[in-house]
């Protein structure tokens, strides 16, 4: 089956504690993506890839860190998570960059106390 | 910044009634998506339309692009209960081909 994966699914942790989402997708897409999604303000872009070893800044990339060794694994990285990251993040992947139909992972609700 | 608005935020109408979400921009976009999600989960893609003033149906959902690709809107005629979810329009910039900005999305619920 065609999807995006993503865990965990569910994390509460504390200030300063180093953590790691993960992201794999099982459809060869080019183009990887991170989201974070808060009360009114829609889905923000932290990270995107448009392939291996090609990374660039979303629009609110500040405390966090991505890599893209392999084409199917994007994790996303918070070296020293803070509460104003406690949100609900959505990695995604494409096809194709423009216009491509992004298929979402089930999401990962972060807690940082 | 390139923002994309949405409008309503929020809306709750009864089963039957039409209903229009606006998507609108002052940068142009070489696509626009609309997205609908559901509680839980992540975003589904519903429509991508890619050329000004192209419009694309769905059953009962019609999607617009503007002419001049800075706006988009979704019609809904004779919603239904399972229409309730939120709406999200998404796009990438001309000028920036390869982010992808999302709208605020509009939360809809339709009354039985």
């Known amino acids: 089956e065609a999807q995006v994966t993503q865990n965990p699914r569910y994390l509460i942790t504390v200030t300063g504690k180093k953590l790691t989402v993960t992201c794999s997708q099982n459809?060869?897409?080019?183009?990887m993506s991170w989201y974070r999604q808060d009360p009114g303000l829609g889905l923000r872009q932290i990270y995107y890839?448009?392939?291996?070893?090609?990374?660039d800044k979303g629009d609110v990339p500040e405390g966090y860190k991505v890599s893209r060794k392999e084409k199917r694994n994007f994790p996303l990285i918070l070296e020293s998570p803070s509460p104003n990251q406690t949100s609900l993040y959505f990695c995604?992947?494409?096809?194709?960059?423009?216009?491509?139909?992004?298929?979402f992972g089930p999401g990962t609700r972060l807690t940082v106390l | 910044t390139q923002l994309l608005e949405q409008s309503p935020q929020f809306l709750s109408i009864q089963e039957g009634e039409n209903l229009t979400v606006y998507c609108n921009s002052s940068?142009?976009?070489?696509?626009l998506q609309w997205y609908r999600q559901e509680p839980g989960e992540g975003p589904v893609l519903l429509v991508t339309?890619?050329?000004?003033?192209e419009v694309k149906k769905l059953k009962r959902l019609t999607f617009q692009f503007g002419d001049a690709r800075k706006d988009s809107s979704l019609h809904i005629t004779a919603a239904q209960p399972g229409d309730t979810g939120l709406y999200l329009c998404?796009?990438?910039?001309?000028?920036?081909?390869?982010?992808?900005?999302f709208g605020s999305g509009t939360r809809l619920s339709i009354r039985p």
């Open positions: 995604a992947s494409s096809i194709r960059t423009r216009g491509g139909e992004q298929f």
């Open positions: 459809m060869n897409h080019e183009y």
């Open positions: 890839s448009m392939n291996v070893e090609v990374t």
């Open positions: 940068s142009v976009f070489s696509s």
């Open positions: 339309v890619v050329t000004g003033g």
């Open positions: 998404a796009g990438s910039p001309s000028s920036s081909a390869s982010k992808i900005i």
